[in-house]
């Protein structure tokens, strides 16, 4: 028979009772940080890599420590900190980070635009040359809009599944900077 603990896993507001045990191939018959890593993603899902575990505010660290040597007992309550790994919301998070950046972007665009047009404002191009640029300045800033408008309905058309929340908190906040783009 392996040697065995009993622990109690919190990761988030879930509680996990978990039972840690050496497998039957290994030699050393004692129990390992490593052996409640795979507990931990066994029981909860987040991989180990993800993984950080806290024990009476000191870190798991070292797989190669005894749960012993960490002042673990059966029954003991261990904190986990982690996230598992979603590919699809990770998808979802980078297209919407290139329409952040696309809106960065156009909100230089125009910042460029409106530095021009307060200089014109302030009479430094001659009356000729102002009558020229400003149906150009006009045509751009109708473009820029343009584009801002294209950006909303890309996100708007983005399927963004209920269990991924930090992509549609990403999602409102690229809406509401592009909600609030002026020149």
């Given at each position: 028979?392996a040697?065995s603990?009993?622990?109690l896993?919190?990761h988030?507001?879930?509680?996990?009772?978990?039972?840690?045990?050496v497998?039957d191939?290994?030699?050393?018959r004692v129990?390992m940080v490593?052996?409640?890593?795979?507990?931990?993603?066994?029981?909860?899902g987040?991989?180990?890599?993800?993984?950080?575990?806290?024990y009476?505010?000191?870190?798991l660290?070292?797989?190669?420590?005894?749960?012993?040597?960490?002042?673990l007992?059966?029954?003991?309550?261990v904190m986990?900190?982690?996230k598992?790994h979603?590919?699809?919301?990770?998808?979802?998070?980078?297209?919407?980070?290139?329409?952040?950046?696309?809106?960065?972007?156009v909100?230089?665009k125009?910042?460029?635009m409106?530095?021009?047009l307060e200089g014109?404002?302030?009479?430094?191009?001659?009356e000729?040359?102002m009558?020229e640029?400003l149906?150009?300045?006009e045509?751009?800033i109708?473009l820029?809009t343009?584009?801002l408008m294209?950006?909303?309905e890309?996100?708007?058309s983005?399927?963004?599944?209920e269990s991924?929340?930090?992509?549609k908190?990403?999602?409102?906040s690229?809406?509401?900077?592009?909600q609030?783009t002026?020149?």
């Amino acid at each position: 028979m392996a040697a065995s603990m009993k622990l109690l896993i919190v990761h988030g507001s879930q509680k996990h009772s978990i039972d840690v045990c050496v497998p039957d191939d290994e030699e050393n018959r004692v129990v390992m940080v490593e052996h409640l890593a795979l507990a931990a993603w066994k029981a909860t899902g987040v991989p180990v890599q993800n993984q950080r575990l806290i024990y009476k505010g000191k870190s798991l660290k070292d797989p190669e420590k005894t749960l012993e040597e960490m002042g673990l007992k059966d029954g003991a309550k261990v904190m986990m900190i982690g996230k598992k790994h979603n590919p699809e919301e990770e998808a979802e998070l980078k297209s919407l980070e290139e329409v952040d950046k696309a809106q960065e972007a156009v909100e230089k665009k125009l910042t460029g635009m409106s530095d021009e047009l307060e200089g014109m404002e302030k009479g430094f191009l001659e009356e000729p040359l102002m009558t020229e640029s400003l149906p150009k300045l006009e045509k751009r800033i109708g473009l820029s809009t343009e584009e801002l408008m294209k950006m909303l309905e890309r996100l708007d058309s983005t399927i963004i599944q209920e269990s991924h929340i930090d992509a549609k908190k990403k999602r409102k906040s690229v809406v509401q900077r592009i909600q609030v783009t002026k020149l």
